[in-house]
């Protein structure tokens, strides 16, 4: 999530040209996120890069928030998702997606909410302002809209499984 905006149509009065501010400020923040397609929960955490090390303190963060739950996180293959140092919790393992198939992962479906629900057509005059809307944002997720969004049929075998 970053300072970009991202421009969409949207409604206007009739004969009325809508005016949406718009910048293109390289400056932006990450956001780590975990779903529970079968009940709607999610955990997030911003970051401000995205490396393995920050991948390493989400994991951390997942597995003390789990931590009576055995998690399978599943993951696209991101660089800093197969990192060797990256250090995974016991109580997380780790499933890959196949390459180049980000619809696979339920997690995907909720960066399209968020986007939707907080940045569409609009503009921030600072990097705090877009951390704190997108905390505001994932603080309104609805856990029914998540599940709803995310319960994909094919995961529901692999999550028997593990």
Known sequence: MGRISLMESCWAAA?????VKNHHIRERCYLFGAVKPHNGNTSFLITPNCNK????????????????EPILLMLDNAVWHKAKALKVPSNIELFFIPPYTPEMNPIESLWKIIRRMGF?????????KVEDHLEKVIKELNPN???????????????MEN
């Open 15 to 19: 004969g009325h040209q809508p005016n």
């Open 53 to 68: 090390e920050w991948m390493g303190e989400f994991l951390k963060a997942l597995a003390e928030q789990y931590h009576d």
């Open 120 to 128: 569409k057509n609009r503009a921030f005059d600072s990097l705090k």
């Open 145 to 159: 809209k998540v599940k709803s969004q995310t319960e994909y049929e094919w995961v529901k075998p692999i999550l």
